[in-house]
């Protein structure tokens, strides 16, 4: 069955991928009476990234958060509340602070040592890093790397302890300076963080709830969805899309057609031809999927009979290598896990994609090092439990989220978000021009795509299309 000779479709719409996007244009679809759609969903639960397992030696497990963990911005008085902090409220999942600058520790190869002045230095260079990029908006500057920002603003880190402290105020791009684009980095940091530019709040809440970080999205999805509504464990291998519909084929060899399709797919799945489109994406879509960034973000789960660390919410530790398991979080706290004898390590970028094709074993010998360095006097015990999860490899994910280089420029942007078609349309947090990267993002997008959708469902397919961008010529071409 092709969408071509296909008279009537299976489904109305089909969102592929459950994640808060998927939900989110779920929800979006029901609230306007269009209950005739179809979630499809590789794995066996809805949630996608919000994704939490059971860790730790049997009789003595804590559900950790193997993706996001954090609400990010929450909301100042009356002004705008970031989306995902209401539904965590209505949800009643249970939160905690996390305080990255007022409790933490810093180590180094020898082992505790103070350099709490540097980090301050560095937050400080952060702050005037995104207040300098912001400003390059108006004044129509091109786009360069952080890395320039950092060096043109006179922060050119020079030792382990500088070295950290940056990787520090800067991690969550999970890439490093030289990757990232200095103006789109601000405005996400901004829009997201700073009330003065419209930003939620600078608060983070970690969610510490034992039915994990994503009962708030299937809590939400409890509240509208038919199980007629969704099928799980099925992944979608080849996405066929025409002017009469979308057919997707699934691994399995299933057929289900739809008249529209939202795709939801994180951008290192578009990225790897885990899905293939027939016909191919016209190049303005491939040149803006392949010239946005998935970047990886990797936490390094160590469960021990007893805490033997630091009280603080967070320790950095300087290896002469940048990037080399900088940041540790002990869940061990009385306000997240008292008594589980948790902590974990993040590495993010490069760093993640090469331990991941690691053994296990060499990774926790790598991190039993570490931490050998950092509590000299002591004798490291060997762990209770070891886990890492492998968001790069995943042919679901191919990455943890996306994050925005200096050669991605805004039409680029336009063209990653718009439909293909007025059948095909694409969401999901690499989509957000403000949220790229945050569950906010995701949620935004959802709903945006759908509300495309509705449009187009009303008008009979004769809807408005999302603009888009044939070929992006160069504001300053090169003169050779
Ligand atoms: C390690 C990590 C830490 C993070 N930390 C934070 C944080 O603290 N705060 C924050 O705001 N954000 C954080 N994020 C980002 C946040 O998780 C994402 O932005 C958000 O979850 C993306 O939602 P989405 O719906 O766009 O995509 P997804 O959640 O990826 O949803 C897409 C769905 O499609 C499914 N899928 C993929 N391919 C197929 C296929 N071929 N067939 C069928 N189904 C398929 C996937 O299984 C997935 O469920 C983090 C992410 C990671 C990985």
């Not at 187009?456 to 999302?466: D, E, H, I, R």
Request: charged fraction near 20%.
């Amino acid at each position: 069955v092709s969408p071509d000779t296909h008279t009537k479709n299976d489904k109305t719409v089909l969102i592929l991928g459950g994640g808060v996007a998927g939900v989110i244009a779920a929800r979006t679809l029901a609230s306007k009476n269009i209950k005739d759609f179809l979630i499809i969903e590789g794995r066996d639960e809805l949630g996608g990234r919000m994704r939490s397992m059971e860790f730790g030696v049997q009789g003595k497990t804590s559900v950790v958060e193997l993706g996001a963990n954090w609400i990010q911005g929450t909301q100042e008085g009356n002004g705008p509340a970031n989306p995902i902090y209401a539904l965590a409220k209505k949800h009643g999942l249970k939160t905690a602070e996390t305080d990255f600058y007022g409790s933490i520790v810093t180590y180094d190869e020898t082992g505790p040592v103070d350099y709490l002045d540097a980090l301050n230095t560095a937050v400080d260079a952060y702050t005037n890093l995104t207040v300098v990029g912001g400003g390059r908006v108006p004044t129509k500057q091109v786009d360069t790397t952080c890395r320039t920002g950092y060096s043109l603003i006179g922060a050119k880190p020079k030792t382990p302890a500088d070295m950290v402290v940056e990787y520090y105020v800067d991690w969550e791009y999970a890439q490093t300076p030289e990757q990232t684009s200095w103006i789109a980095s601000s405005w996400a940091n901004n829009f997201t963080f700073d009330v003065d530019q419209g930003g939620f709040s600078d608060d983070n809440l970690l969610s510490v709830d034992q039915r994990g970080f994503k009962h708030l999205i299937q809590a939400e999805a409890a509240e509208f969805l038919h199980p007629s509504q969704v099928l799980l464990n099925a992944t979608v291998r080849t996405i066929a899309h025409s002017a009469d519909g979308v057919v997707v084929t699934l691994a399995n060899g299933t057929r289900i057609s739809g008249d529209y399709a939202i795709t939801t797919f994180s951008l290192g799945v578009l990225q790897h031809d885990d899905v293939v489109f027939e016909p191919a994406l016209p190049l303005w879509k491939q040149e803006a999927i392949q010239s946005m960034t998935m970047a990886t973000y990797t936490k390094l789960f160590l469960q021990f009979e007893e805490k033997f660390w630091f009280d603080t919410d967070f320790a950095l530790y300087a290896d002469k290598v940048r990037g080399r398991y900088p940041v540790w979080q002990g869940l061990d706290l009385d306000h997240f896990f008292p008594g589980s004898g948790i902590i974990f390590a993040t590495v993010t970028g490069d760093y993640s994609e090469a331990i991941e094709a690691l053994p296990d074993a060499e990774i926790q010998s790598q991190l039993l090092e570490v931490l050998g360095a950092m509590f000299p006097n002591i004798t490291i015990p060997t762990p209770t439990a070891f886990f890492f999860p492998r968001w790069f490899s995943d042919p679901l994910y191919r990455g943890s989220y996306s994050n925005w280089p200096a050669s991605f420029v805004s039409p680029h942007h336009t063209n990653l978000r718009a439909n293909v078609g007025h059948r095909l349309w694409f969401s999901g947090e690499a989509m957000s021009q403000k949220y790229f990267g945050f569950l906010h993002g995701a949620y935004f997008e959802g709903m945006d795509a759908a509300e495309h959708v509705v449009s187009c469902v009303s008008a009979g397919g004769k809807c408005q299309s999302l603009p888009f961008v044939e070929s992006i010529p160069n504001s300053s071409p090169y003169v050779i």
